[in-house]
């Protein structure tokens, strides 16, 4: 199976010439990924009357009408390039379904409109909460979550951004790095600080397992 991290030089040059079937193979390589980012970052008001796929095929059409830009871009990821576009139509759908009622900035994370829709603690909880805890049914689930919410609360926006990124949209450190205008040092010495943050909380939270465990 091909690893979705590593695009073909090839295409990325195709691409980088306008090559619109370079662009529809690369896209179809990053699919699952894009959608994945999508799932997470899509506001439940949205996600009820919205299908992830029928964002990407808005994000697709932008790409394509865009598709010159890639050749100014000075970081030749396709995926961070389309990633951005992506996150670029969400926030627009997010802006047309929700408007300033989406704003609220105790729990939004500013990234220079980089990162897409910022992840509340209580979207990031309610992910998250299913790979550190195994309750028996959504009532317990409920309960992890509300609590990881409390911890979560506690951390930097940057913080509990990065780990997003690397836990749940499964970005490498080079991704992160180059998305957060941070060294790979840096994004490194962020995330490993943030994640023993995160563990230091929930060793004071009864009933929550440590990620790390």
């Known amino acids: 199976m091909t690893d ?7 295409l990325v040059e195709r691409l980088r010439r306008g090559d619109k079937d370079a662009l529809a193979t690369l896209f179809a390589q990053h699919r699952e990924r ?11 008001r949205i996600a009820r009357r919205i299908d992830p796929d029928d964002v990407l095929q808005d994000a697709w059409l932008d790409a394509v009408l865009r598709i010159e830009s890639f050749a100014q871009q000075r970081d030749p990821s396709v995926y961070l390039w389309l990633r951005l576009i992506v996150g670029q139509t969400m926030i627009d759908l997010h802006r047309r ?7 609220d900035a105790r729990h939004e994370v500013h990234l220079g409109g980089r ?34 919410r409390e911890v979560l609360d506690q951390m930097d926006d940057i913080d509990r951004e990065i780990l997003v990124l690397r836990h749940l949209e499964e970005l490498t450190n080079s ?8 060294q ?6 962020r995330y490993v600080r943030a994640l023993t943050r995160l563990k230091g909380l929930l060793a004071d939270k009864p009933g929550l397992h440590d990620p790390g465990a």
Do not use: Y
């Open 34 to 44: 894009l959608r994945r980012m999508v799932e997470f970052r899509l506001h439940p």
């Open 184 to 189: 790979p040092t840096a994004a490194s010495n």
């Open 115 to 148: 990162g897409g829709p910022a992840m509340s603690s209580e979207a990031i909880s309610f992910h998250l909460s299913g790979g550190l805890t195994s309750p028996s049914n959504a009532a317990a689930r409920a309960e992890q979550a509300n609590l990881l």
């Open 4 to 10: 979705p991290h590593i695009e073909d030089p090839e």
């Open 175 to 182: 991704e992160v790095s180059k998305l957060l205008g941070l």
């Open 97 to 103: 379904h929700i408007g300033a009622q989406m704003r």
